[in-house]
């Protein structure tokens, strides 16, 4: 295992505020900032009737596998890194895998999921399939994928690295950085950011419900009220005290 440097832990109110905060929201701010595609692009809830999820990433590495190496052989080892991996998550965390997009073989099954659901893991997230979805439709812990498929790892993936920075979805993600999920999908917040943007997003996820119950009764979006003029604003903050 690659070793990274120690992080300072995260706030536990700021990371409460960031499970009201929808992906789409954070995107925007994301964007603001500069940060054009951080969102996991096709990577989709198995079971999207779970809550979604806020985590510290945990990241492990695919590269092809090697027929004289990866065997059936070679799970009970000792350098297993796939089994070392998810023993070694610690609670809060969220396992993110870089299966190079490629839907080929499985990431994980049910046995690997339910043990990093027992070690405390957040979600299980990989750009490539898992296989056992029947099963993990039924676990409590929210796993994101491209695909199901019954094939093994061992097929088409090698296990190379934990805790390294990888790609997952053409997104890098860092040992570190905070995973947020929801019903549309998973976005990657860069761990030094969190702080600076969550009571912006959350002020945006609220003003956004107000505007969208004058939406709902029929107001027109041109003219003002989305993107909101100052005059929209001020009768959202006047809507907002009256609710207090």
């Known amino acids: 295992m690659s070793t990274t440097h120690e992080l300072t832990p995260l706030d536990p109110e700021v990371l409460a505020k960031l499970r009201r905060i929808s992906t789409a929201t954070l995107a925007t701010r994301l964007f603001a900032l500069g940060l054009r595609q951080q969102f996991l692009v096709g990577v989709a809830p198995l079971n999207p009737d779970l809550d979604g999820f806020v985590g510290e990433a945990f990241t492990m590495r695919f590269i092809p596998a ?9 799970l009970p080892g000792e350098d297993n890194l796939q089994w070392l991996g998810v023993e070694s998550l610690s609670e809060g965390q969220a396992m993110v895998i870089d299966s190079r997009s490629d839907i080929s073989a499985a990431s994980a ?9 027992h070690r405390g893991a957040t979600a299980f997230i990989t750009d490539g399939a898992f296989r056992d979805g029947h099963v ?49 999908g998973v976005i990657v917040v860069p761990r030094h950011l969190v702080a600076g943007i969550v009571d912006e997003a959350l002020e ?7 505007l969208h119950t004058r939406v709902h009764e029929g107001e027109a979006l041109l003219g003002g009220l ?19």
């Open 66 to 74: 090697r027929e004289d190496i990866d065997t059936l052989e070679s």
């Open 109 to 117: 099954g049910d046995m690997l999921v339910t043990r990093a659901l």
């Open 136 to 184: 993990l439709k039924t676990l409590p812990i929210p796993t994101y994928a491209r695909a199901t498929t019954a094939t093994t790892r061992l097929t088409s993936f090698h296990v190379a690295d934990l805790q390294v920075p990888i790609g997952c979805a053409g997104v890098a993600v860092y040992p570190g950085d905070v995973l947020v999920g929801d019903r549309d």
């Open 204 to 210: 945006q996820e609220e003003l956004e419900a107000y």
């Open 226 to 244: 989305y993107p909101p003029d100052e005059k929209t604003k001020e009768r959202y903050r006047q809507w907002k005290k009256a609710r207090a």
